[in-house]
């Protein structure tokens, strides 16, 4: 989720952790440790694309780096903070450490909580910005705040956060039930013959979802409104797959596609090879689109070391899905 999502979510949990006995503090360090996890993104700059795509959501977002961690960090604080209490301190890291994973893994990209095995956990449930779940969990930790620490309203008003919020993600698999049902029913009436689906929210919401579908040679991506009332169409993407040629049995691109999880199509441009990460869709709402969310550059160079170089978006195109989402929300 975004970062100020795990914000909420730390200052919640430190709260029911901590709150009691120190408390602003307990919200306080709660936010920070909510946000470390998310530090493996500074592998960007040191590392590949690949091996930084490897790394993210990898060790510091796995139940490993909470047990290891928490005590750590416990002590760290121990040392500058009056309160010397190294059990609460350590439940206070490791729980804000180990929700968001768990929160994460709720995601289109998920998370390896049980790394070092190679088990990305990903329901795609919700989108990673998600104001129906971020909103009022900001607001009832707010209300926490204001409150002494030892009032019963500051309880209640940040158990309301953690209740609503989960809550709201146990609603949003029920609803992903829903679409992974309609999708496959409109697959079946328009007589389509596929391998596989995956379903996940369209950006910002829960009422339009998407629908990744393989066939033999292809790639469906079809959108579904709860509030639609014709057939679902669906973009047709061709698989392009042997444009790879010697190149699929690269190291380095076998990589590639086990990080994509085999949802990807190649596409060539000029002399240029393209992978097209479908997990994440495009950045439109129109028919076919190709401004694809993830699209990287093969590069090969003269002796032979194959790098990804991923394209940068068109901020155009972020405004124009922004406009085009809402009009899709409400129908087809």
């Known amino acids: 989720m975004d970062s100020l999502t795990q914000i909420v979510l730390g200052a919640a949990v430190g709260e029911a952790v901590l709150g009691k006995k120190i408390g602003n503090k307990a919200m306080l360090y709660g936010a920070i440790a909510g946000t ?27 139940i490993l780096f909470s047990v290891i961690f928490a005590p750590i960090f ?127 929210p369209a950006p910002l919401n829960t009422i339009l979802w998407s629908a990744n579908v393989e066939t033999k040679n292809s790639f469906l991506i079809g959108h579904s409104s709860f509030f639609d009332k014709n057939p679902i169409e669906f973009s047709h993407y061709p698989k392009n797959h042997y444009l790879l040629g010697n190149l699929k049995n690269n190291e380095k691109v076998k990589r590639m596609i086990s990080i994509s999880k085999g949802w990807y199509t190649i596409n060539k441009q000029n002399s240029d090879l393209y992978f097209n990460d479908l997990r994440f869709g495009t950045l439109s709402m129109r028919k076919n689109a190709e401004n694809f969310v993830f699209k990287y550059k093969i590069n090969v160079d003269e002796n032979e070391n194959v790098n990804f170089i991923e394209i940068k978006k068109d901020k155009n195109d972020v405004k124009n899905l922004m406009s085009d989402l809402w009009m899709r929300i409400k129908g087809n």
């Open 36 to 62: 470390i996890p998310d530090l493996d993104v500074i592998s960007s700059f040191f590392t590949d694309t690949v091996t930084a795509l490897e790394i993210h959501r990898g060790f510091t977002h796995s």
């Open 74 to 200: 416990a002590l760290v604080v121990l040392k500058f903070e009056k309160y010397k209490n190294f059990k609460d301190w350590t439940l206070l890291f490791f729980w804000a450490f180990i929700t968001h994973p768990i929160l994460d893994a709720q995601t289109t990209w998920g998370t390896q909580l049980f790394w070092p095995l190679d088990i990305r956990l990903a329901f795609k449930n919700v989108f990673v910005v998600d104001p129906l779940y971020t909103i009022p969990f900001i607001i009832l930790v707010l209300l926490a705040m204001f409150q002494n620490r030892t009032s019963k309203k500051r309880k209640t008003y940040n158990n309301l956060g953690l209740i609503i919020s989960s809550s709201y993600l146990a609603i949003t698999l029920i609803l992903k039930g829903l679409s992974y049902k309609k999708f496959t029913k409109e697959l079946n009436n328009q007589n389509i013959i596929y391998s596989k689906i995956a379903t996940k």
